[in-house]
């Protein structure tokens, strides 16, 4: 049966005035879920709603700025800035769940500080379907899911959790979105992590990577905008490989292990597996078949050269682009060789050794990188 967004907001409407019976602070991070469920509420609540962007550093460049400008005819958003307390916090920290799991610790900590000061009792969030079934099934923490893992968020930091949006998948929350007269920036956007940037510099956070990697995500953005693809974006990770001569045999072309770690989805758990890189100019068919086999070892995501930068460069630019329908199984986008080529030529950071373009399907590994 196809989602009907009035019939929704009829249903939702009364159970969210049960519910909230006094302020609510509605968590906004400038993705499609959490600005959709922070508007609903506004729209049913009113006044009651008090809709904060926390800035924790991990946004995209001039992010804050933007999401306010775009719903200030839509609702009063008051940006909050962290960025130091996080990035700091952070900075030197390489394990992708322990990042998640800090960076959860402070958003809420932050959050509840917050709620404080407005003496509200509850907190409005964007969660969504496949977020507390990759929670639960242990693929990884999704730093919004806490109500489903059992910890009580009024124990531990003083309000309620209302999640008006858990039993949506993501077309179904954009579909929404439309309805409530969301800006097309907004519910056509990339999906973008709670942990933002910080998830997708893999392995040891810098600030020095996060800030390459912030213009480079503008970058990547811009390019491939237009392409009807349902998740893209970059990631970078230290440039440090050995070349197999036991896999490179296996797959009929030059293959190297990145010393990175990156998630990868095994059976229906959570796996951690290296980056494999490969070299050589095939169709995405065969290049498919390698990727196949290369993750049949204790590799979780295969990625392919596009173009040399500095070979004194240091880090890796990854570029990673799907199509799925669900976000729950996805296939790597076939995206026009002279289009990542064109790409690569407008990342010119000194410190990037090389560019590389992911072929990995979710599974064997997940969409993000951590």
Request: some cysteine; hydrophobic content about 40%.
């Amino acid at each position: 049966m196809s989602f009907d967004p009035q019939k929704f907001v009829d249903e939702i409407s009364p159970q969210l005035k049960e519910i909230v019976d006094s302020k609510a602070v509605a968590a906004v991070s400038g993705g499609v879920d959490s600005t959709t469920a922070a508007v609903l509420s506004y729209k049913i609540l009113g006044d009651k709603v008090i809709p904060v962007m926390i800035d924790t550093g991990f946004l995209r460049e001039n992010e804050a700025e933007n999401v306010k400008n775009m719903l200030k005819d839509l609702m009063p958003l008051q940006v909050i800035d962290e960025r130091e307390k996080f990035i700091s916090s952070l900075e030197g920290m390489s394990d992708a769940e322990e990042k998640r799991k800090k960076f959860r610790q402070l958003f809420y900590d932050t959050l509840s500080k917050i709620v404080k000061e407005f003496d509200a009792k509850y907190l409005i969030q964007g969660t969504i379907a496949a977020d507390w079934v990759e929670t639960q099934g242990g693929i990884k923490t999704q730093h919004n899911v806490l109500i489903q893992l059992g910890i009580d968020t009024e124990k531990e930091w003083g309000f309620k959790v209302v999640e008006p949006l858990a039993d949506l998948y993501k077309d179904e929350v954009r579909a929404l979105a439309k309805y409530l007269g969301l800006p097309r920036d907004i519910y056509n956007r990339q999906p973008f992590p709670g942990p933002g940037l910080l998830v997708r510099v893999v392995g040891k956070l810098t600030r020095e990577k996060l800030e390459i990697l912030r213009k480079v995500t503008t970058t990547v953005e811009k390019n491939l905008s237009e392409l009807n693809l349902s998740q893209y974006f970059a990631v970078i990770f230290d440039s440090v490989a050995e070349y197999s001569e036991e896999l490179s045999k296996e797959v009929g072309c030059d293959v190297k292990v990145y010393k990175t770690l990156a998630t990868g989805v095994k059976g229906d758990v959570r796996a951690y597996g290296n980056i494999a890189g490969i070299e050589c100019k095939k169709d995405y068919e065969s290049l498919r078949e390698i990727m196949k086999k290369l993750t049949s070892y204790n590799i979780t995501h295969v990625v392919v050269k596009v173009a040399d930068k500095n070979p004194e460069g240091i880090y890796t630019i990854g570029i990673r682009a799907v199509n799925t329908q669900d976000f729950m199984t996805a296939d790597f986008a076939k995206i026009d060789w002279n289009i990542l080529g064109k790409m690569s030529d407008e990342i010119n950071d000194k410190k990037i050794k090389e560019i590389v373009y992911d072929i990995t399907t979710k599974p064997p590994a997940t969409i993000e990188y951590e």
